[in-house]
């Protein structure tokens, strides 16, 4: 298996080999349209990672390397762990300082999503206000979501993103949500029920499985995205789980669609199942 199919098995698409010795951002299968997945390659040794299955980069090798050749793979891949690890220090601080020139406002991402009122870390750089979700790991900030006013969204290079997360709520029931727009909807919709929740927005479906593995128990809100990586996600957690029954749309999404009651009756029949 060559790389561009090692790539192509992890669902991020790859037309011909990048540049050699660099991170690459390219398209995902399930979002051909932006830049979810990462590649680099090293002639005999490549790293691929989409963003919406993977925490960690999955590493191919060429195939009927002598001895030499595995021990320079070797040497590449520690090589890789020690500027990885370098990289998400220098994206955790970078995120810090970001937060630290963010003011509180509304923001046009919000508005769309149908909360024109609530108030986020806006960051006002030179032509954008651009929003900032702040990811944690055990309390400790590693990075950050940025969020352009007509919804384009990234993080920052070489950030963690493995187990990071944005939570709302102290108590209550877990509620596992892979988008920021889904945790407000969820947030509206637990409201309306009355029901004390902790919400935790994963920012990617195969986080959502690693932050779920640190829970007790809680729901999972589902993409129903075409690939159907987020039911199946939601599966191997083995939490009840609510998805639409409407190709390509989330929580939020339906939120819109049905207004806030409809979804949480929805809501409510998943929590019964607990």
Known sequence: MNFVQFCGVHGVTL???PPVGRWVRVPTDDKPHSKNGAVKFMGDVGFVQNWATQTE???WREQGQSTEAVARVRQIADQGARE??????KAASRAQYILSECELAPHPYLASKGFPEDLANVWNREADN???IPMRCGGQIVGCQLIKPEGDKKFLYGQRSGGAEFVMGQRGI?????????????????NNLKTPYV?????SAGNMKKIAQALPSGVVLADNDASRTGERVAKEIGWPYWMSDVVGEDFNDAHQRMGVFSVAMQLKKVLQMR
């Open 84 to 89: 990885a690890r370098e990289a998400a220090q």
């Open 57 to 59: 980069p999955a590493v």
């Open 199 to 203: 919400l935790h927005t994963t920012f």
């Open 130 to 132: 651009v929003m900032v």
């Open 174 to 190: 877990h509620v596992l949500c892979e988008g920021y727009a889904t945790a407000l909807s969820a947030r509206a919709a637990l």
């Open 15 to 17: 037309r011909q080999l």
